[in-house]
């Protein structure tokens, strides 16, 4: 079992950043691919961004490149979303999500699955002025 606990989201204004962390604990996540995902009222989920489990390869949804960047540190067992040059309509609860990284849900092909195994409790971002 995995548990994850996201931090760090907050109210910002337009142009802002905030860097949100996931911080895992019960096993390793170096055996993990890790996704970022957003949900805002009346939408479905969608990825956001993803590392793959040797931290060799990330992916970002086309309206956040550029803006967000994630990252892994395996000594604190953690992954971070920095996002600058905030939106409204990057608005949103914001979860991490883990899945065995044999299953490469990092890669181009499989970038919008969203069937991960684990999932921490969200932390909501709100980009206004």
């Known amino acids: 079992q995995v548990q994850l606990v996201e931090s760090g989201g907050g109210s910002v204004q337009p142009g802002g950043s905030l860097r949100l962390s996931c911080v895992a604990s019960g096993r390793t996540l170096d055996w993990f691919d890790i996704g970022w995902f957003r949900q805002s009222p009346g939408n479905e989920r969608e990825v956001v961004s993803c590392?793959?489990?040797?931290?060799?390869?990330?992916l970002y949804l086309d309206s956040v490149k550029g803006r967000f960047s994630i990252s892994r540190d395996t000594a604190k067992n953690t992954v971070y979303l920095q996002m600058n040059s905030l939106r409204p309509e990057d608005t949103a609860v914001y979860y991490c999500?883990?899945?065995?990284?044999?299953?490469?849900?990092?890669?181009?092909?499989?970038?919008?699955?969203?069937?991960?195994?684990?999932w921490g409790q969200g932390a909501q971002v709100t980009v206004s002025s």
């Open positions: 999500a883990a899945v065995s990284g044999t299953y490469r849900y990092c890669s181009p092909y499989n970038f919008n699955l969203k069937s991960y195994s684990y």
């Open positions: 590392i793959d489990s040797h931290g060799s390869t990330s």
